[in-house]
């Protein structure tokens, strides 16, 4: 795989598009499957998106199509950046026309509902040929990445070699691609920093103040280390880019649709409200309910999660939530037997 390979990116929303742009910048044939034949129409004739990029221009060698076979034709690398709820059903019909030997990588974060998948296990399953599949995530607002401003984030891929071959192809001197085999870590990183990127909305709209915040975001980072090791991720992986970093950046950032969402039910919107024409999807709301089951399956302990799916889900008070966050039973930060492993 090399400058001349075609690149596939699969969903048009505002980091599909900003990850196609990238790719095309670069000099990379890159054509971008967009579901809505509207937005297909203007990327090739406005050279915009304007319903998810606005005011982004986009590369001569970046093209748009709504046909799945246009789009898997002669594709060595295939980029998934379509929400998490709908990447099954897209996989579906686009995949039957993937080249043999193509290489796949998953931008979309979440875990499915009910099967309790990830999106490349999602992606592994739907596969017609054997392929490699990989996971990027880490704290990348498209908007920053659109405008050239330096972005560092993590590809995880169980092949070392075809894991350095994307990290060739797509790093910059502003895109800085680090790799890692844990592919696991980094797409559960990914997934679950959405739900904490509410919680850490809903302290700000409750005005709970930064001393709750930065506490808030500790213990988060400590519940998705457990969730994740527990499923086979190294917890390294969490305090790197696609954890601890992309959970500063969701939480705390402007940017951040999950923080929007958790400020607007702190300050007392309903979750109907907040949703009710959105055209952007905000991947927490949906994966509070898949990562809290998930977790009663593990019986995994996730107390802000748990709170999180509570709020959105049954209705409870917010306030009253972090009420019971506070004030429950007094603990070790870290059990006893791990720092004594941890000092030998």
Not at 139 to 155: H, M, Y
Not at 242 to 250: A, I, N, R
Not at 280 to 305: T, Y
Not at 309 to 321: A, D, M, V
């Amino acid at each position: 795989m090399g400058k001349h390979s075609k690149i596939a990116v699969i969903g048009a929303g505002a980091w599909g598009t900003t990850l196609a742009l990238h790719a095309a910048r670069q000099g990379l044939k890159t054509q971008l499957w967009a579901r809505s034949e509207e937005v297909t129409r203007k990327i090739n004739e406005e050279r915009e998106n304007p319903s998810f990029l606005p005011g982004a221009k986009l590369a001569g060698a970046l093209s748009a199509t709504s046909s799945p076979e246009e789009a898997m034709l002669g594709a060595e690398l295939i980029i998934w950046v379509v929400p998490s709820h709908g990447l099954r059903q897209v996989a579906r019909k686009l995949l039957p026309h993937l080249e043999p030997g193509a290489l796949q990588v998953s931008a979309s974060k979440g875990i499915e509902d009910e099967s309790f998948r990830t999106m490349t296990q999602v992606l592994l399953e739907e596969s017609p040929v054997p392929t490699l599949v990989g996971a990027l995530s880490g704290p990348s607002f498209a908007k920053e990445v659109a405008l050239g401003l330096p972005t560092a984030v993590t590809l995880g891929m169980e092949s070392v070699a075809a894991a350095k071959e994307v990290q060739s192809l797509l790093s910059t001197p502003t895109f800085r691609l680090y790799t890692t085999a844990d592919w696991l870590g980094v797409e559960l990183g990914g997934a679950l920093k959405n739900v904490y990127a509410i919680a850490a909305g809903i302290c700000d709209g409750l005005e709970m103040g930064l001393n709750a915040r930065a506490a808030f975001l500790t213990r988060a980072l400590s519940e998705m280390t457990r969730f994740a090791t527990v499923l086979g991720a190294h917890p390294l992986t969490l305090s790197g880019l696609s954890g601890m970093g992309d959970l500063l950046l969701t939480a705390t950032g402007e940017l951040s649709r999950n923080r929007r969402v958790g400020l607007r039910i702190g300050r007392g919107e309903s979750l109907d409200s907040i949703l009710e024409g959105r055209r952007d999807v905000a991947e927490g709301v949906k994966n509070a309910k898949s990562v809290w089951g998930m977790a009663q399956k593990l019986k995994v302990s996730v107390p802000v999660a748990r709170e999180v799916y509570r709020t959105l889900y049954e209705g409870k008070n917010p306030r009253q939530g972090m009420v019971d966050l506070l004030t429950r039973r007094l603990k070790d930060e870290f059990r006893p037997e791990i720092l004594e492993e941890s000092l030998r």
